[in-house]
C-alpha cells in the first residue's frame, strides 16, 4: 500500500511550495558593492550618503530567508536606484540571475515566466487597466502571480505600510507581508 510519504516523492504530483532563498555573500562584501553600484549608476548626486535603510537592504541580501523586498519611502531616496540597478548588478555578479523591474504604470497582463522574481517599480502608481470590458488592477495580478508561482517579489513604493492596505485588497496586502519592508527616510537627494 502506498504511503502519503509516496506520493509526496512521485516527481509528476503536486509539488510543495518553494521560494528561493539567497545568500548573496557576506555583510562586508555586499556592503561595498552595494556602494560600488550604487555609486556607479546614480551619478546625479554630488556625494554618496549611507542611510541606515541601506544595511538592512545589505541584511536581506545576506539571506533572503525566502522573502521578497519593499523598499518604502518618500521621494529621491535612491528606491529606483537600487531595484533598477543596484540590487541587479549584485545578484548577477554572485548568482548569474538577471533582474528586470517593470514600472508599475506599465504593468499590463502577467505572462508566464521562467524569472524566479516580479519585480515593480513605484507600487501604488498603477491604474486600472480595462480589458475587453473587464477591469484589471494589473499589480494586484502580479502580486497574485508571485504568491501562486513562488516567485519573490521586489518593489518599490512611496507608499507607507497604512497606504499600502487602504490602497490594496485585503489579500493583496496580506501577500505583501510576506516580504522584508524597508523604510527609507531622510531628504531627497534630489537638487
Known sequence: ???????????????PKMYNRYRLG???ELKE???????HYDQT????????????????????????????????LGKSTILNYVLPAIFY????????????????????????FIIIDDLGTESIKNDYGTKIDAAVDAIAYAEDSSKT????????????????????????????????LGESFRN
Open 45 to 76: 548626486v554630488d556625494e554618496y550618503v549611507h542611510l541606515p535603510a541601506y544595511d538592512e537592504i545589505i541584511d536581506w541580501m545576506v539571506d533572503t530567508k525566502g522573502r521578497g523586498l519593499i523598499l518604502m519611502g518618500t521621494c529621491g
Open 93 to 116: 555578479v554572485k548568482v548569474r540571475k538577471n533582474l528586470k523591474s517593470i514600472s508599475a504604470k506599465d504593468l499590463g497582463v502577467i505572462e508566464k515566466s521562467p524569472s524566479p
Open 1 to 15: 500500500m502506498r504511503t502519503i510519504e509516496d506520493t509526496f516523492k512521485l516527481e509528476n504530483f503536486l509539488q
Open 33 to 39: 558593492m552595494f556602494i560600488k553600484a550604487f555609486k
Open 153 to 184: 517579489l521586489l518593489i518599490t513604493t512611496n507608499l507607507g505600510k497604512i497606504g499600502l492596505e487602504k490602497r490594496y485588497d485585503k489579500r493583496t496586502y496580506d501577500r505583501l507581508k510576506k516580504c522584508r519592508s524597508v523604510v527609507i
Open 26 to 28: 557576506t555583510k562586508e
